[in-house]
Structures are given as C-alpha cells and as structure tokens.
T-cell receptor
Framework: EAGVTQSPTHLIKTRGQQATLRCSPI?????VYWYQQALGLGLQFLLW???????NRGNFPPRFSGRQFPNYSSELNVNALELEDSALYLC???????????FGDGTRLSIL | RKEVEQDPGPFNVPEGATVAFNCTYS??????FFWYRQDCRKEPKLLMS???SGNEDGRFTAQLNRASQYISLLIRDSKLSDSATYLC??????????????FGKGTKLSVKP
C-alpha cells in the first residue's frame, strides 16, 4: 500500500513569491492534515481537511491556505513568502478524524 | 504554558539501558494520546497510541495519567536503532472527532554501543 506522498520534495523560492505544495493521502483516507516543522520550533499544526471541508486551522496568517479535492488529495498554498516560511511541510492522512495519522516525507521549502 | 511539554533531552544512554520519557499536556479536553518517533530529516512515524490502562508493545510501555495530565514512555533494553527523537502528541476533541495533533518539541535519544 502506497503511503502518503508529497511533492515536490524540495522547493526553492524567493521572498514575495507563492508556493504550492501537494499531498496524496493513503488510499481510503479522507482526512488530510498539514503541519509545519521549522528549525527549533517543533511541528506546528496548519490545516485539517476532511471530506473536502476545512475543519480547523492553526495559528497561521491567512496567506497560508489550502484545499482538498474530491479524490481527497490536497494542496497547501503559501502566498507572499517570507524568510521565516522556510521549513519542512508535512502532510498526514488518516482513515477518518478519529484514527492515527500517517505522515508523508514532507516538502522542504527554502526561501532565499 | 506550552500545550505539550517534554523533557528537553538529549538522553545519551548505553545499549541495554532502560530510558523513560515524560510529557505533560495542558488541555484537559485532550482526547487521544500518542508517541511518535522521528529520525533525523525524516517524517514522524507512529510508535504507539497511549491508553489510560497503559499499554505495552514489546520493549515499549506507555502510560497515561489523565488526572495529572501526564504521559510517559519507557524503553527497555535499548538498541542502537532506538536512536531518534521521540515526540509526545495529543489530540483534542472537536465535536466528537479527534482532530489535528499537537506535538511536543520532542526528546532526542542517542543510544551508544
């Protein structure tokens, strides 16, 4: 069974640009979560989607947004990139919101 | 106060040692509890869920004390391959659903030969 897949693996952008990160959950999983892991800060919750709806968002500015598609894959969009957005962005999925989450390998976003 | 707090570490132990990690959480509405393991520059992987009755998986034992809002992980007979960062994780209850995870910063374990 394929795990959670994320693309791209690495993404290099400059300040002010926009970034799009993609996530395909494990087959059959309907809940998708996005987390940011910045150096020294630990994993911080960003967004939670379930059945195409945004269920909750973490303490991040509105320039962090996303969506979930009918096939349950998801996109994370970050607008007006800032240097401090440099981090590993991890996507996780679960069969439903009451099951343990399984993580993808992440997208490493570097802002120059 | 941080939502999930863990021993800062790092823990440097010899092979075969028993090591214990502690964690406290601040929100009494926390519904589910987990230990995840994260290897350097890798994604977190679920190690085990934690139940009020305590649970064991081989060399790993997890305990939950809801009254004290305290979670522990015990690793017996530690192996070199146990070297990793151990993340204490809780999930709140959102309208009956588990919801997103709240991570501690993690405790780094280094097992030496």
């Amino acid at each position: 069974e394929a795990g959670v897949t994320q693309s791209p693996t690495h993404l290099i952008k400059t300040r002010g640009q926009q970034a799009t990160l993609r996530c395909s959950p494990i087959s059959g999983h309907t809940s998708v979560y996005w987390y940011q892991q910045a150096l020294g800060l630990g994993l911080q919750f960003l967004l939670w989607y379930d059945e195409g709806e945004e269920r909750n968002r973490g303490n991040f500015p509105p320039r962090f947004s996303g969506r979930q598609f009918p096939n349950y894959s998801s996109e994370l969009n970050v607008n007006a990139l800032e240097l401090e957005d440099s981090a590993l962005y991890l996507c996780a999925s679960s069969p439903d919101s009451n099951q343990p989450q399984h993580f993808g390998d992440g997208t490493r976003l570097s802002i120059l | 106060r941080k939502e999930v707090e863990q021993d800062p570490g790092p823990f440097n132990v010899p092979e075969g040692a028993t090591v214990a990690f502690n964690c406290t959480y601040s929100n009494s509405a926390s519904q589910s509890f987990f230990w995840y393991r994260q290897d350097c520059r890798k994604e977190p992987k679920l190690l085990m869920s934690v139940y009020s009755s305590g649970n064991e998986d081989g060399r790993f034992t997890a305990q939950l004390n809801r009254a004290s809002q305290y979670i522990s992980l015990l690793i017996r007979d530690s192996k070199l391959s146990d070297s990793a960062t151990y993340l204490c994780v809780v999930a709140l209850n959102y309208g009956g659903s588990q919801g997103n995870l709240i991570f501690g910063k993690g405790t780094k374990l280094s097992v030496k030969p």
